[in-house]
């Protein structure tokens, strides 16, 4: 984000937040950026979401970012990674949000959908970017009638884009999977998408009403 923009863009400051993102930083913890953080909190007070699923929870930091912003949000954050879910369940906890957010510890892959709430106003898809096609097909069908799904992270530091050379084989079939991804969402018949150079690259999907 500018440098300029970023002091008017206030993110809420909380002592677990900045424990968070220390915690992010030392341990290479993947959390999204503040530009893109702004924009998904921007939409979820817009919509006054109150029901949201998020794919890939990480420490939490996200996930706790949308449920302060009203305490009438009810949150469910899906993590596969036990050491992030222990680390994410104490910050919810020091957060005092363990009745708005219920953490679901398993692949997000293999989540059985029946045991989720549904009916999301919002659901975050920021979980392993390889997956993004299957989580979307997987999860939509949750969405509210007028919700919104937010995926995260499909520019990937320009590399989608082509701006940087890849050197590594794996990095470029992961590039090549995102690439694929925006491909078969931007012409998904059952999708309105919007796709939006903010944070690392973000797509908005609503429901056609047809
Ligand atoms: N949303 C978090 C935030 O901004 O604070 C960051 C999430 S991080 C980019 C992606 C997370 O998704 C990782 O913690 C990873 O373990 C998790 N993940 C990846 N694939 C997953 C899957 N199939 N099911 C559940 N979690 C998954």
Same mark, same amino acid.
């Given at each position: ?36 953080? /702004?924009? @998904? +909190?921007?939409?979820?007070?817009? !919509?006054?979401?109150?029901?949201? $699923?998020?794919? &890939?929870?990480?420490? =939490? ?78 999860? /939509?069908? @949750? +969405?509210?009638?007028?919700?919104? !799904?937010?995926?995260?992270?499909? $520019?990937?530091? &320009?590399?989608?884009? =082509? ?48």
């Amino acid at each position: 984000m500018s440098n300029y923009f970023q002091t008017f863009n206030q993110l809420p400051i909380h002592p677990i937040i900045t424990k968070m993102r220390e915690i992010a930083y030392h341990q290479q913890v993947p959390i999204i950026n503040d530009e893109g953080l /702004a924009f @998904l +909190l921007f939409l979820v007070k817009t !919509i006054k979401a109150k029901r949201i $699923l998020e794919i &890939g929870t990480a420490i =939490g930091f996200s996930a706790i970012h949308m449920a302060l912003v009203d305490e009438a949000i009810h949150l469910e954050t899906i993590e596969r990674d036990p050491v992030l879910v222990e680390q994410a369940i104490t910050h919810i906890q020091e957060a005092n949000l363990a009745s708005q957010i219920t953490l679901i510890p398993e692949d997000a892959l293999l989540v059985d959908v029946q045991q989720l709430k549904g009916n999301y106003d919002l659901i975050f898809i920021d979980a392993a970017k390889a997956q993004y096609q299957k989580f979307f097909t997987k999860y /939509a069908p @949750l +969405l509210a009638s007028s919700g919104i !799904i937010v995926c995260d992270n499909l $520019l990937f530091h &320009g590399l989608v884009a =082509g701006e940087k050379e890849i050197e590594s084989k794996n990095l470029r079939h992961l590039v090549e999977k995102i690439d694929t991804f925006n491909k078969w969402l931007t012409s998904n018949p059952d999708y309105d998408t919007t796709f939006l150079a903010i944070g690392d690259g973000m797509a908005v999907s609503t429901r056609c009403k047809r």
